[in-house]
């Protein structure tokens, strides 16, 4: 129910934003994760927006960098990054919690996208 998009090969030091379109009940209810999965690792998550949309929340390694948004109108959550280095290069999910708070976890969200892949490479 989730859908990603937007990813695609971006050079070092470029900027991307990245979509999930959701359902209506979902941007309402659901606080909303972007994870990211690199080759080879374990998937991590990297900015979260709470039910509310009033808090958000960044991994520390990436604060900063990364801006998790919403668009309730568009039923849209959006990530943006700047300053793309190769290490970012990863297929990126958004995931769905039913709660007003963020969490770190990936088992702590119930609904996930199928993944956009962003590459950064020159």
């Known amino acids: 129910q989730l859908v990603e998009s937007g990813g695609g090969l971006v050079q070092p030091g470029g900027s991307l934003r990245l979509s999930c379109a959701a359902p209506?009940?979902?941007?309402?209810?659901?606080?909303i994760a972007w994870f990211r999965q690199a080759p080879g690792k374990e998937r991590e998550g990297v900015a979260c927006?709470?039910?509310?949309?009033?808090?958000?929340d960044y991994a520390d390694s990436e604060e900063g960098r990364f801006t998790i948004a919403r668009t309730v109108a568009k039923n849209t959550i959006y990530l943006r990054i700047h300053g793309l280095k190769p290490e970012d290069t990863a297929v990126y999910y958004c995931?769905?919690?039913?709660?007003?708070?963020?969490?770190?976890?990936?088992?702590?969200?119930?609904?996930w996208g199928q993944g956009t892949q962003v590459t950064v490479a020159s």
């Open positions: 927006i709470s039910r509310t949309g009033d808090t958000t």
């Open positions: 209506e009940f979902i941007v309402l209810y659901y606080s």
């Open positions: 995931a769905a919690r039913n709660s007003q708070f963020c969490a770190g976890s990936e088992g702590d969200y119930e609904y």
